[in-house]
T-cell receptor, first 112, second 115 residues
């Protein structure tokens, strides 16, 4: 079945550092969404990417959808302690069901 | 506009009992999704429902699990004869539309513990 892989699974950074996390699908996606889940909380929608090569920015977060619509990346600049949490990407198959296939997430911890 | 409401937030059951998890979607949303999350894991899709219809249940275990979304009232995820392996967080999400506009909004989840 369709798989969505996220790397790395864990990321520990020093406050102020930049980093990038990646999301790769085994199949072409119609769109991809990113969610953030704080410890003990629930997933909160961050962004949706639909077009091939699309780039969207939210303050210090930059999201990109690959040209082949099979991968995505999230880049965070000047990481802050408020960025702590688990970031999930979720993809929807082209021509498929409305269901989202979630990656296992990238757990971010920040050293102040 | 209230968000997606799930109750109970925490549910403790003994092995063999039934668990009923409720989800009221956001106002105006007619699509409901259920996910299961084990500790340190991602969200695993279980079922997608619209009012009175199950659209996609490809993620539902074949036995003991069922879901409904009646014309009136919340969506219900029902687990019969629970076992320890059912212990997890169960999240419900709702969306107003399908396709590219299908952005899912999650409830706070129900944490099920099976003793």
């Amino acid at each position: 079945g369709q798989q969505v892989m996220q790397i790395p699974q864990y990321q520990h950074v020093q406050e102020g550092e930049d980093f990038t996390t990646y999301c790769n699908s085994s199949t072409t996606l119609s769109n991809i969404q990113w969610y953030k889940q704080r410890p003990g909380g629930h997933p909160v929608f961050l962004i949706q990417l639909v077009k091939s090569g699309e780039v969207k920015k939210q303050k210090r977060l930059t999201f990109q959808f690959g040209e082949a619509k099979k991968n995505s990346s999230l880049h965070i600049t000047a990481t802050q302690t408020t960025d702590v949490g688990t970031y999930f990407c979720a993809g929807r198959l082209q021509g498929g069901s409305e269901k989202l296939v979630f990656g296992k997430g990238m757990k971010l911890t920040v050293n102040p | 506009n209230a968000g997606v409401m799930q109750n109970p937030r925490h549910l403790v059951r003994r092995r063999g009992q039934e668990a009923r998890l409720r989800c009221s979607p956001m106002k105006g949303h007619s699509h409901v999704y259920w996910y299961r999350q084990l500790p340190e894991e991602g969200l695993k899709f279980m079922v997608y429902l619209q009012k009175e219809n199950i659209i996609d249940e490809s993620g539902m275990p074949k036995e003991r699990f069922s879901a409904e979304f009646p014309k009136e009232g919340p969506s219900i995820l029902r687990i019969q004869q629970v076992v320890r392996g059912d212990s997890a967080a169960y999240f419900c999400a709702s969306s107003p539309l399908t396709g590219a506009k299908n952005i899912q909004y999650f409830g706070a989840g129900t944490r099920l513990s099976v003793l």
